[in-house]
């Protein structure tokens, strides 16, 4: 086998309910090719594994066959990684019980890596964003839910079916909030950015957005600084769980909610003073540093690590 053309890059696809991701990713994290499309999200499963096949063949063609690793896909779940099954997306119609591995590997004629998006951003932050250097990293992404990757003594968490760090469920109130999962008092059914802006929308009326409250709260307007500083106790509330389950050097934060989090870090702190034990105060909490890349680039990874 001629040096330098064996598998030196990665096929990877980020499925999301609203963007399908792929790119073309070498072992360094250099990304060669990159296209999005929007996720035919009520199209149904066959035609959105289509669309996926569509993308991963046009990857495909830009690069070396002797070059490629291995295909991987990250998604949201709950996922069986062992069956390849999707087990469930919420966002996207129809999308219940999809053997979404065995459909691309008959379409691409290829071994297909399916892996849990947040586990795949954990993953990515960690080799090339903002966890580079540390072995104990908490990633979490606060956007429509709140989902959760670790990556603890250097290793990436994934527990016995690879559903670890499912940290959004931890439960922070008995009878709280209902959760999307079914559950009262998930720590997602509260500080994730779907319900800051449900709580946004009761106290300050039905048109307005997360962004407005927090550009509100910038220019002094006492209502929204209030909602600003109650989802940083919320936030801060899991993380101080997460600071004594797991003991990182870094919280990492992503999803659209990271945008906001030099304004959100006086509550998060406050709450983390007051409630964690002195011994595990001592984290660093930074944003998110591969954008929408982080899932892509994780995924990368992890083909590297595991087909490679
Ligand atoms: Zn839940």
């Known amino acids: 086998v001629a040096e330098g053309a064996v598998s030196k890059v990665a096929i990877v696809l980020d499925f999301g309910g609203t963007q399908l991701r792929a790119a073309v990713i070498d072992r360094d994290g250099q990304i060669l090719h990159r296209e999005a499309v929007a996720t035919k999200n009520q199209a149904g499963p066959a035609v959105v594994v289509g669309q996926m096949a569509d993308i991963s063949t046009r990857m495909i063609a830009l690069c070396d066959v002797r070059e490629i690793a291995g295909v991987g896909l990250c998604s949201p779940g709950p996922l069986d990684i062992g069956q390849g099954l999707i087990v469930h997306a919420p966002t996207i119609r129809d999308f219940t019980n999809v053997p979404v591995v065995r459909m691309l590997e008959e379409h691409l004629g290829r071994k297909v890596l399916l892996e849990g998006d947040a586990i ?99 220019t002094g307007d006492v209502r929204a600084q209030e909602l600003v500083d109650q989802q940083a106790d919320y936030l801060g509330i899991g993380m101080v769980s997460c600071l004594h389950l797991f003991n990182p050097e870094r919280i990492i934060i992503g999803g659209g909610m990271s945008n906001a989090l030099d304004q959100l870090m006086p509550g998060i702190m406050k709450r983390i003073n007051a409630d964690a034990m002195p011994a595990f105060r001592d984290v660093e909490i930074l944003r998110a540093g591969l954008g929408d890349n982080s899932g892509l680039l994780g995924t990368a990874q992890l083909v590297f690590s595991r087909i490679a």
């Open 120 to 218: 795949a951003a954990a993953c990515g932050e960690w080799k090339f964003g903002a966890g580079r250097g540390v072995d104990n990293i908490v990633y979490m992404t606060v956007s429509t839910g709140l989902g959760g990757g670790v990556i603890s003594d250097g290793r990436v968490l994934y527990g016995a079916r690879g559903l670890a760090g499912h940290i959004g469920h931890m439960k922070i109130f008995a009878d709280g909030e209902r959760c999307g999962c079914g559950n009262p008092g998930c720590w997602e059914a509260y500080a994730s950015a779907t319900n800051f802006t449900k709580r946004a929308r009761v106290a300050l009326g039905e048109d307005i957005s997360a962004k407005e409250v927090f550009a509100g709260a910038k």
